[in-house]
């Protein structure tokens, strides 16, 4: 069974400020999908940024961007030039290659950028 | 985009009641989609995948004749929480599986928070 681990609770920025939220992952699958997703105080999950395993090339979007290691099974999420905005909870998942695309969260990470 | 939604949003009921949520995929097809259960602070757990034309299944430990889904369309899949109790009170978030795009990515709707009194 896959599973995936949030290690950080709670974490604070200071606007406009970088934040890094930590994701690692056990798998014995060679071919996965890694998720990071937002859910703000609305409860509205809103997908951040995906990455597929077999890609060596970190993803970013915008002022997102991942460091995604696998050999040492960590996918960590670098949030660039922090806005108010993005105070939520967010959620990494791992989804694997085959089977029937059922996601697996970690316990998430409370972020609050402060003014 | 691709665009789910929920409802209702927000449903009160009374014990021993039954009550329907419906998830709809507004803008693209879901031959799969998916229920979670969140608790207050706490991260998603999946209760059932829903598959369009066949039966769901169910995570363990998760009642499948209390927890009653039926996906009707490509479109459209219901969870229907039957002879409610308060212990079932909670939020419950629908996802759709869009397919085809890279890679496949589960979208999700805004939620249904459940209370039975």
């Known amino acids: 069974a896959q599973t995936v681990t949030q290690s950080q609770p709670e974490m604070s920025v200071q606007e406009a400020e970088t934040v890094t939220l930590s994701c690692t992952y056990d798998t014995s699958e060679s071919n996965y999908y890694l998720f990071w997703y937002k859910q703000p105080p609305s409860r509205q999950m809103i997908l951040v940024i995906r990455q597929e395993a077999y890609k060596q090339q970190n993803a970013t979007e915008n002022r997102f961007s991942v460091n995604f290691q696998k050999a040492a099974k960590s996918f960590s999420l670098k949030i660039s030039d922090s806005q108010l905005g993005d105070t939520a909870m967010y959620f990494c998942a791992f989804m694997k290659h085959e089977g029937n695309n059922d996601m697996r969260f970690g316990a998430g990470t409370r972020l609050t950028v402060k003014p | 985009g691709a665009v789910v939604s929920q409802h209702p949003s927000r449903v009160i009921c009374k014990s021993g009641t039954s009550v329907k949520i419906e998830c709809r995929s507004l803008?693209?097809?879901?031959?799969?989609m998916f229920w979670y259960r969140q608790f207050p602070k706490k991260s998603l757990m999946l209760m059932a995948t829903?598959?369009?034309?066949?039966?769901?299944?169910?995570e363990q430990g998760v009642e499948k004749d209390k927890f009653l889904i039926n996906h009707a369309s490509l479109t459209l899949s219901t969870l229907t929480v039957t002879s409610a109790h308060p212990e079932d009170s909670s939020f419950y978030i629908c996802?759709?599986?869009?397919?085809?795009?890279?890679?496949?990515?589960?979208?999700f709707g805004p939620g249904t928070r459940l209370t039975v009194l």
């Open positions: 829903s598959n369009e034309g066949s039966k769901a299944t169910y």
């Open positions: 803008d693209f097809q879901a031959t799969t």
């Open positions: 996802s759709a599986l869009r397919t085809g795009g890279w890679p496949d990515t589960q979208y």
